[in-house]
């Protein structure tokens, strides 16, 4: 066992969720990198990846070598973006432990699907959100026949592939079909979950000129958990414009928001032992603590993390970056000893907002099925 290991951490790190770079492909109207539901990426979003000698050298670290497993997929990014995908998933092939790719499917040659299907050990995850006529009104920017096609490579390559459909009001009546397509196509489980991304129903997707193109609903399931808001009619480009510039975090003038809170936490990242390495090479202990930190800076937030560590603590805003701090010294920062102490009285926001009972993502999780279709 590894010394110094504190917090929420009481065994050897087993698992890495790694970013592998903050570009990506689609244009999904509910990603915290598309700008609102238009198709321009968000203009404040920085665009980083690692490299396969950055991502060696880290991986070689002390403080994971007992990770079994390594799942390839971020906040922002896809590996089908990556400059150089091969070469950097090649680097954690050759560590003989099992890695999930989480992808959209919609980019890279075929070549590169058939050769992915020959490692082992691999599993991929194919976000595909419906048939030919409704996958593209969410996965936008990609193409369902382009999807199947890498997918189908990957497949007849020997390589072990799982469809992931994100439910909506439009597409919820082909559930079935996708199941069935999916068990024709060699994939081995079938994965149906209810987008939870909703702050109020009738999502306004905009195109590039922020015209209205058409409208999201929540399925028909979970409509009554989500409440319309007089802010759902269309805005003027205007005000999307305003929203867009950039802004400079500082502390005296960070706006603070009030978040829902919780004590009924209940961390994955904890119980897997699991930490999340970001694009922008930061260590955190999971997606949603990197990501609502990072938006906080983005937007000039003040929420209770961006508080404890930035304001009270006096930590530097680059503090768990791998590239310049060593791990052990993040590790042992504080980093995670002060996100446990947190669950004992009042939770940090994003840890309530992401981990408690009632939170979205764990009624995605009650909600999502699951079916095996094949060995």
């Known amino acids: ?34 700008f609102y539901t238009s198709t321009i990426t968000d203009p404040r979003l920085n665009l980083e990846e690692w490299s396969p000698k950055e991502l060696t050298e880290i991986l070689n670290n002390e403080y994971f ?46 070549a590169f699907w058939t050769w992915l299907g020959q490692q082992p050990k691999v599993l991929v995850e194919f976000g595909i959100d419906g048939l030919a006529d409704t996958h593209h009104l969410y996965r936008r920017n990609t193409r369902f026949d382009v999807v199947i096609k890498n997918a189908t490579a990957f497949i007849a390559a020997g390589g072990k592939a799982s469809w992931a459909m994100t439910l909506f009001k439009h597409n919820e009546h082909q559930e079935e079909t996708c199941r069935a397509l999916a068990t024709e196509l060699g994939f081995s ?13 009738n999502l306004i997707v905009v195109d590039k000129n922020f015209n209205k193109e058409y409208v999201l609903e929540p399925v028909t399931a979970l409509e009554d958990r989500f409440s319309s808001k007089a802010d759902d009619k269309e805005r003027p480009l205007s005000s999307y414009e305003e929203d867009s510039r950039e802004v400079k975090f500082d502390l005296s003038t960070a706006e603070i928001k009030e978040y829902p809170s919780s004590n009924n936490v209940k961390c994955i990242a904890a119980s897997a032992n699991s930490v999340y390495l970001s ?59 002060e996100i446990e102490n947190s669950w004992r009285h009042t939770p940090f926001d994003e840890c309530s907002t992401m981990c408690s009972k009632k939170s979205n993502w764990n009624i995605q999780l009650e909600s999502t099925q699951t079916s095996k279709l094949r060995d």
């Open 279 to 337: 694009a922008d090479k930061k260590l955190w202990p999971c997606c949603w603590i990197g990501f609502n930190v990072q938006n906080a800076i983005k937007t000039n937030v003040r929420t209770s993390f961006v508080e404890k560590f930035f304001n009270e603590l006096k930590y530097e805003l680059d503090f768990n970056n791998v590239m310049k701090n060593a791990i052990s010294d993040i590790i042992t920062s504080g980093l995670f000893l």
């Open 189 to 201: 489980s079938f994965k149906a979950r209810a987008s939870t991304r909703w702050h109020t129903k």
């Open 65 to 110: 070598a007992d990770v079994q497993k390594i799942l390839v997929n971020g906040n922002y990014g896809d590996i089908v973006k990556h400059s150089r995908p091969k070469e950097l998933l090649e680097v954690i092939l050759e560590r003989n432990i099992m890695m999930e790719v989480r992808t959209n499917g919609g980019a890279l040659p075929v």
């Open 1 to 34: 066992m590894k010394k110094n290991l504190n917090g929420i951490y009481n065994a050897p790190i087993r698992h890495i969720h790694l970013e592998p770079t903050s570009d990506c492909n689609a244009r999904c109207p509910q990603c915290p990198r598309t």
